[in-house]
């Protein structure tokens, strides 16, 4: 039986389990004469017995499909006598068994891979039957016992809370672990990298060139992991772009939310919010096709030179790009200020634009912090515009009209197609998305303590 059969199983016999348990609940509050009796609801002794059917199931057949195929790889590897000794030969055989008993593997085949793989279709088959039947089993019998234990002194409510609890806890610590997790496996892989390159020389080297050589008398075959043009770049570009969306993403917001009206503020902010759905490719066309040619003409017009792919024109697109995250959300947190502080700035004489310069910003001014801190983070790490418009050269330098590139986008050029990850070249994205994680905890204090030091004066 397959897995979806068995969760439409599973969830009729968990619709079934509600409805008796309510049914049942309701039954005997009135042989006790009156609902009243029941220490909770009737609705939560069917959610109790709900519960119950559906949720040891459910781990059960979790667990079942988290280790089934490590079980029965186990098994059919463990009948072959011959059998590599290295892991990849081993996954090598595996997949060939695989394919055979999937009937994708054409040609001669040794006895002995045939009787595994008719080894393999028949684990997999008792393998579905007692996943089917165990569960179900398990999610009936766990039903029945919880029908037969409702009795007007359970109090279901306090347990259904309870499991609800728990499984609210899980999902944060889910979501923590996952955290810890990504960090913990950038970092296991950046220490790697910092065995082979100085920390010192990834931080503060001039030069980057991760190009490994395939000999060691090749030129060159140390490369060079001097990270600082990335850092730069990336600095420069976010920073044109957050000169581009912060003022007018937050200059629209106070428009619309302070002096629009209704007929203009309908058809504005959705006009606005759009430009937050364009795919960043095609930011990265019109970056390519329109604004860098054009600021290379304004800049050879002006005497200067500028090149066809430059950190300007990467950096204007971004922000237009950025500007409905500082926009949205900024016009949210400053609808969200009480009209209280507005009518008594009004009322002791202040005018309009005093009250919004002086009072409704500063009581928004957390969150808006909050959405800058969003644009930001946006900007780093953008690479689509900057591949297009701004290159892949790391150039150390502090002219907007050069080529410039960032880390994002070097991380991409090292992961693109089959990498080797024993190699400095491959573990050199690790280290820089690292530092992007680094960069982003510092926004994140920065800001917490910008907003706490503000809210304290509106509490």
């Not at 968990?14 to 006790?32: E, H, N, P």
């Not at 960090?183 to 030069?207: D, I, N």
């Not at 017009?301 to 300007?312: D, H, Q, R, V």
């Not at 957390?366 to 780093?380: D, N, Y």
Request: glycine letters at 8%.
């Amino acid at each position: 039986m397959q897995t979806p059969t068995l969760f439409a199983l599973l969830l009729l016999l968990v619709l079934v389990a509600y409805g008796t348990g309510f049914s049942r609940a309701i039954a005997t509050a009135r042989s006790r004469g009156g609902v009243r009796s029941l220490a909770s609801l009737p609705n939560y002794y069917g959610v109790h017995t709900a519960l119950w059917c559906g949720l040891p199931a459910l781990v059960i057949l979790g667990l079942w499909m988290l280790f089934d195929d490590a079980i029965i790889r186990t098994l059919v590897l463990g009948g072959i006598a011959d059998k590599p000794e290295t892991i990849s030969g081993q996954n090598l055989l595996y997949a060939q068994i695989q394919n055979l008993a999937a009937g994708n593997l054409i040609g001669a085949t040794t006895p002995q891979i045939q009787a595994a793989a008719d080894h393999l279709v028949s684990l997999r088959q008792s393998g579905r039957w007692m996943q089917t039947t165990i569960t179900l089993i398990l999610a009936a019998g766990l039903g029945v016992y919880t029908l037969l234990r409702i009795s007007p002194e359970l109090r279901a409510r306090e347990k259904v809370e309870k499991v609800l609890r728990i499984i609210l806890l899980a999902c944060a610590c889910a979501a923590i672990f996952t955290t810890v997790g990504i960090l913990m496996s950038v970092l296991f892989e950046s220490l790697r990298f910092f065995q082979s390159v100085p920390v010192t020389e990834f931080l503060f080297g001039l030069h980057w060139s991760p190009q490994m050589a395939l000999r060691s008398d090749q030129v060159g075959s140390s490369g060079a992991f001097g990270a600082v043009p990335l850092f730069t770049g990336t600095l420069m570009v976010s920073a044109i772009a957050m000169f581009v969306a912060v003022p007018v993403g937050l200059m629209s917001a106070i428009y619309l939310a302070e002096y629009a009206g209704n007929k203009v503020r309908a058809f504005a902010k959705p006009l606005i919010e759009i430009l937050a759905g364009v795919p960043t490719v095609v930011y990265g066309f019109f970056a390519a096709l329109t604004v860098a040619p054009f600021v290379r003409e304004v800049a050879q017009s002006m005497g200067m030179e500028a090149s066809s792919e430059s950190a300007l024109a990467a950096g204007l697109v971004m922000g237009v790009m950025i500007i409905p995250f500082v926009s949205s959300l900024s016009d949210d947190v400053i609808n969200a200020v009480p009209q209280s502080l507005r009518d008594g700035a009004l009322g002791l004489g202040s005018t309009k634009s005093e009250t919004v310069r002086k009072v409704v910003i500063p009581a928004a001014l957390p969150g808006i912090v909050g959405g800058v801190l969003l644009a930001v983070s946006r900007a780093i790490g953008e690479t689509m515009i900057v591949v297009m418009a701004a290159g892949l050269a790391a150039n150390l330098t502090a002219n907007p009209l050069e080529s410039v590139t960032t880390v994002t986008v070097q991380i991409v050029t090292l992961l693109v197609g089959d990498q080797e990850f024993d190699s400095p070249k491959t573990l050199a994205a690790f280290a820089l998305g690292l530092m992007l994680f680094i960069s982003t905890l510092i926004l994140n204090f920065i800001a917490l303590h910008v907003v706490k030091k503000y809210r304290e004066q509106y509490d």
